[in-house]
Nanobody, 115 residues
Framework: QVHLVESGGGLVQAGGSLRLSCAAS????????RRWYRQVPGKQREWVAE???????NYADSVKGRFTISRDNAKDTLYLQMNSLKPEDTAVYYC?????????WGQGTQVTVGS
C-alpha cells in the first residue's frame, strides 16, 4: 500500500516561513496532478496549490504570491514553501497525488501561525 507522508509543519509567528514536504513510500505511476490542501476544523477542505503535468503551477488567491509549490522528480517528493505566513494560514495541510486510477492522500501536518 502506498502512503504519502507530510512533514515540516510547526508553530511560527506571523511573517515567518515554513517548508512542507510530501514523500511517497513507494513510487506512484501515472501522476497527473500534485496538490496541496488545507483544512480548519469545522470548515471545508480548501485547495491551496497544484502542479499538473505539462502545466504551470496554480494557486488559490489567498496564498498567491506567498506560497510556492515545487517537486523533486527523482525523489517523487512534493514541496510547499510558505512565506509571509498569516494567522489565517493556520490549518492542517494535506498533500494529494492524483493518478488515472486513484487519489492518494497524506495524513496531514499541522501549521500554526501565531500573532
Amino acid at each position: 500500500q502506498v502512503h504519502l507522508v507530510e512533514s515540516g509543519g510547526g508553530l511560527v509567528q506571523a511573517g515567518g516561513s515554513l517548508r512542507l514536504s510530501c514523500a511517497a513510500s513507494r513510487s506512484i505511476f501515472s501522476i497527473v496532478a500534485r496538490r496541496w490542501y488545507r483544512q480548519v476544523p469545522g470548515k471545508q477542505r480548501e485547495w491551496v496549490a497544484e502542479i499538473a503535468s505539462g502545466s504551470a503551477p496554480n494557486y488559490a488567491d489567498s496564498v498567491k504570491g506567498r506560497f510556492t509549490i515545487s517537486r523533486d522528480n527523482a525523489k517523487d517528493t512534493l514541496y510547499l514553501q510558505m512565506n509571509s505566513l498569516k494567522p489565517e494560514d493556520t490549518a492542517v495541510y494535506y498533500c494529494n497525488y492524483v493518478s488515472a486510477a486513484y487519489n492518494y492522500w497524506g495524513q496531514g501536518t499541522q501549521v500554526t501561525v501565531g500573532s
